[in-house]
């Protein structure tokens, strides 16, 4: 057959100039690329040779090789797998988007067994004129002695020819790489020995034949008796194989040590501790992958930084596809580490992007549910090391609470809080468990630390009755706990806030009662404070939480906390001013003095006690150098 120049199909030329420049954000993804497809070509080979054991195969094992050629500046990648005829040539290379493996998965679609391979879009080989300014292509088929010679330079047309393949089947594919003078600094050399170490580790490590290559590496001379001539040194040439192809994750978990799983997880979330602990199972059914997933031992220093990366990463067959895959784990989770292999996940065309259809929150949802479903039942039975996780990673996990609502619940029950009740953590199920009789709601207080916390005078009234309080001191717990109104028909309450209801009836009545007589003995002083502080409080009533405490401020029902307030000004949100209710403690002998004191004295005596009540809570007071004044004033005249 004489050599022809072909023309590709229309549009070819556009569509090669979109591959170039915009279709993939790395150039080196042009090597996975090739690698995949002479992975495929292998897996092909092997399992067409079950059907013809009159094929004359090769005695050398199945493997790819790259060849790399600096003085000539080429790289080729070689395969011994099942390569092509000319027709096959022609319809699979010079038809563009034309995947010859998902024409052979096609035919073989009733078969049991059949090879999982890599290659979805025919696409792929043209990532090479990213890299290249001329492209060869040399391939013959198994069982067949005719070999194929294209070659094209991107320009829209190739050239085909007989030509016969001394290695026999397989196929050669030669890269005559370009000079990027007008970006050097930005383009890595692709025919350099450590370049391509790295690009293989990164994206082709688990491909399950060997990639080969040969290396130079200098060693001493010796001498007849073996011993090193100083001074002397030559060259050797050694072939080496450049993937691990150790995917744990493919392997029953039985068959994996423990110090395999340990090295694998240092491996993929580059981390020098052990993990945790882990999850690795087989998902079958609609959606089928595999997942091998790590809980770090301690948190990673960054975190909880704002540009942090996260999520699992993302194989198909083996082949790496993108690393801080978001979209297969949710936020709440995103101190998972680790991999997902799926073998029919749908990717666009460059196979770097994930498409947001069902397959992806298929499998986001399997992953969800796994996680969750082995987070309770270490909490149910080894709930020691539950807690140590949850010191790590809760106050992450409680975010799932406000923005997953289909696992909201399932997420309460994996929620712990310190309490006044135990020194260990608690759940709510073990608060509800532990209630008084009488007690009607469950009463929570948010705060920046435990030491504040178990110190507030908010809880004076409720430890005196013996009612537990859970104290909540994760920054996000502002918003976990208005999301769970209600456990186990027991509405949550925050002890903080106006409308706290404490007495049963009985106790209410007496109660009302004193409030009266206690309003009406100190109407005149209340009145005298309220206008001292009117600025500031929308009301001064007497309180009855308070026990030992001379005041404090309380939110409205629906009004955000005072930590809340703090919270979203220092992220620079300014907050509507809420004027706040300041509850005050008759009984405390500070009120019994104030009586009798002139009525300027009072209204400055009221001021302290506001500022008092802001730094008790946590919150900052407006004037300090003032405060100060009036506390040295009020110490002066003692």
């Given at each position: 057959?004489?050599?022809?120049t072909?023309?590709?199909?229309?549009?070819?030329?556009?569509?090669?100039?979109?591959?170039?420049?915009?279709?993939?954000?790395?150039?080196?993804?042009?090597?996975r690329?090739?690698?995949?497809?002479?992975?495929?070509?292998?897996?092909k080979?092997?399992?067409?040779?079950?059907?013809?054991s009159?094929?004359?195969?090769?005695?050398?094992?199945?493997?790819?090789?790259?060849?790399?050629?600096?003085?000539?500046?080429?790289?080729?990648?070689?395969?011994?797998?099942?390569?092509?005829?000319?027709?096959?040539?022609?319809?699979?290379i010079?038809?563009?988007?034309?995947?010859?493996?998902?024409?052979?998965l096609?035919?073989?679609?009733?078969?049991?067994?059949?090879p999982?391979?890599?290659?979805?879009?025919?696409?792929?080989?043209?990532?090479?004129?990213?890299?290249?300014?001329?492209?060869t292509v040399?391939t013959?088929?198994?069982g067949?002695?005719?070999?194929?010679?294209?070659?094209?330079?991107?320009?829209?047309?190739?050239?085909?020819?007989?030509?016969?393949?001394?290695e026999?089947?397989?196929?050669?594919?030669?890269?005559?790489?370009?000079k990027?003078?007008?970006?050097?600094n930005?383009?890595?050399?692709?025919?350099?020995?450590?370049v391509?170490r790295?690009?293989?580790?990164?994206?082709?490590?688990?491909?399950?034949?060997?990639?080969?290559?040969?290396?130079?590496?200098?060693?001493?001379?010796v001498?007849?008796?073996?011993?090193?001539?100083?001074?002397?040194?030559k060259?050797?040439?050694?072939?080496?194989?450049?993937n691990?192809?150790?995917?744990?994750?493919l392997?029953?978990a039985?068959?994996?040590?423990?110090?395999?799983?340990?090295?694998?997880?240092?491996?993929?979330?580059?981390?020098?501790?052990d993990?945790?602990?882990?999850?690795?199972?087989?998902?079958?059914?609609?959606q089928?992958?595999?997942?091998?997933?790590?809980?770090?031992?301690v948190?990673?220093?960054?975190?909880?930084?704002?540009?942090t990366?996260w999520?699992?990463?993302?194989?198909?067959h083996?082949?790496?596809?993108?690393?801080?895959?978001?979209?297969?784990?949710?936020?709440?989770?995103?101190?998972?580490?680790?991999?997902?292999?799926?073998?029919?996940?749908?990717?666009?065309?460059?196979?770097?992007?994930?498409?947001k259809?069902?397959q992806?929150?298929?499998?986001?949802?399997?992953?969800?549910?796994?996680?969750?479903?082995?987070?309770?039942?270490?909490?149910?039975?080894?709930?020691?090391?539950?807690?140590?996780?949850?010191?790590?990673?809760?106050?992450?996990?409680k975010?799932?609470?406000t923005?997953?609502?289909?696992?909201k619940?399932?997420?309460?029950?994996?929620?712990?809080?310190?309490?006044?009740?135990?020194?260990?953590?608690?759940?709510?199920?073990?608060?509800?468990?532990?209630?008084?009789?009488e007690?009607?709601?469950?009463?929570?207080i948010?705060?920046?630390?435990?030491?504040?916390?178990?110190?507030?005078?908010?809880?004076?009234?409720?430890?005196?009755?013996?009612?537990?309080?859970?104290?909540?001191i994760?920054?996000?717990?502002?918003?976990?706990?208005?999301?769970?109104?209600?456990?186990?028909?027991?509405h949550?309450?925050?002890?903080t806030?106006?409308?706290?209801?404490?007495?049963?009836?009985?106790?209410?009545?007496?109660?009302?009662?004193?409030?009266?007589a206690?309003?009406?003995?100190?109407?005149?002083?209340?009145?005298t404070?309220?206008?001292?502080?009117?600025?500031?409080?929308?009301e001064?009533?007497?309180?009855?939480?308070?026990?030992?405490?001379?005041?404090?401020?309380?939110?409205?029902?629906?009004d955000?906390?005072?930590r809340?307030?703090?919270?979203?000004?220092?992220?620079?949100?300014?907050?509507?001013q809420?004027?706040?209710?300041?509850?005050?403690?008759?009984?405390?002998?500070?009120?019994g003095?104030?009586?009798?004191?002139?009525e300027?004295?009072?209204?400055?005596?009221?001021?302290?006690l506001?500022?008092?009540?802001?730094?008790?809570?946590?919150?900052?007071i407006?004037?300090?150098?003032r405060?100060?004044?009036?506390i040295?004033?009020?110490?002066?005249?003692?």
């Amino acid at each position: 057959m004489a050599k022809e120049t072909r023309a590709f199909q229309a549009e070819v030329k556009q569509i090669l100039d979109l591959m170039v420049h915009s279709l993939y954000s790395h150039r080196e993804i042009f090597l996975r690329e090739l690698i995949s497809n002479a992975s495929d070509a292998l897996d092909k080979l092997r399992f067409e040779e079950l059907s013809h054991s009159e094929w004359k195969g090769s005695d050398e094992e199945k493997h790819i090789r790259l060849v790399a050629d600096k003085e000539k500046r080429t790289l080729t990648v070689i395969d011994n797998g099942i390569g092509m005829t000319h027709d096959e040539v022609l319809k699979n290379i010079g038809t563009i988007a034309h995947s010859g493996t998902k024409e052979f998965l096609k035919k073989q679609k009733e078969v049991k067994d059949r090879p999982e391979l890599i290659g979805q879009f025919g696409v792929g080989f043209y990532s090479s004129f990213m890299v290249a300014d001329r492209v060869t292509v040399h391939t013959c088929k198994a069982g067949t002695e005719e070999g194929t010679l294209w070659e094209s330079t991107g320009d829209g047309s190739f050239t085909v020819d007989s030509a016969p393949r001394s290695e026999g089947h397989g196929t050669t594919i030669t890269l005559h790489m370009k000079k990027f003078e007008d970006d050097d600094n930005s383009v890595e050399d692709f025919t350099d020995e450590w370049v391509l170490r790295r690009i293989v580790k990164k994206y082709s490590d688990f491909i399950a034949w060997p990639i080969k290559m040969k290396v130079s590496r200098e060693e001493d001379e010796v001498d007849a008796e073996g011993k090193p001539v100083e001074g002397k040194t030559k060259t050797v040439e050694e072939d080496e194989v450049l993937n691990s192809r150790k995917a744990i994750w493919l392997r029953s978990a039985s068959e994996v040590s423990e110090d395999e799983y340990k090295e694998f997880y240092k491996h993929v979330a580059h981390d020098w501790s052990d993990p945790f602990d882990r999850i690795h199972y087989r998902a079958e059914g609609s959606q089928e992958f595999t997942a091998l997933m790590f809980i770090p031992s301690v948190v990673p220093m960054d975190y909880n930084y704002r540009d942090t990366k996260w999520g699992l990463s993302l194989y198909v067959h083996r082949v790496f596809i993108m690393d801080h895959c978001d979209d297969l784990v949710p936020a709440y989770l995103r101190f998972m580490r680790g991999v997902i292999d799926s073998s029919d996940l749908s990717l666009n065309v460059s196979r770097e992007i994930l498409q947001k259809d069902r397959q992806v929150q298929a499998i986001k949802k399997a992953v969800v549910a796994k996680v969750l479903k082995h987070l309770q039942a270490m909490m149910d039975g080894e709930r020691d090391r539950y807690e140590t996780f949850w010191k790590n990673f809760g106050s992450t996990l409680k975010e799932g609470i406000t923005n997953d609502f289909s696992n909201k619940e399932k997420i309460e029950e994996l929620s712990l809080f310190h309490s006044t009740h135990s020194e260990k953590l608690t759940s709510l199920a073990e608060y509800v468990g532990r209630m008084k009789k009488e007690q009607k709601e469950i009463y929570f207080i948010t705060g920046d630390s435990l030491k504040t916390l178990q110190n507030s005078p908010y809880l004076e009234r409720l430890k005196a009755k013996g009612f537990e309080v859970l104290y909540c001191i994760d920054p996000v717990d502002e918003w976990v706990m208005q999301s769970i109104s209600k456990y186990q028909d027991k509405h949550l309450r925050s002890i903080t806030k106006e409308g706290l209801d404490l007495d049963t009836e009985e106790e209410k009545k007496k109660s009302d009662e004193e409030v009266k007589a206690k309003e009406e003995e100190f109407k005149t002083l209340i009145n005298t404070i309220q206008g001292a502080v009117a600025e500031k409080v929308r009301e001064v009533k007497i309180s009855t939480r308070l026990v030992d405490s001379p005041c404090c401020l309380v939110s409205g029902a629906y009004d955000p906390s005072a930590r809340m307030a703090r919270m979203m000004e220092s992220m620079g949100q300014s907050m509507p001013q809420q004027k706040r209710i300041m509850e005050i403690n008759p009984n405390h002998p500070v009120f019994g003095r104030m009586k009798d004191l002139p009525e300027n004295t009072q209204k400055e005596w009221a001021e302290i006690l506001y500022n008092q009540a802001l730094l008790t809570e946590g919150s900052p007071i407006e004037d300090p150098m003032r405060f100060s004044r009036q506390i040295a004033n009020l110490m002066t005249h003692m």
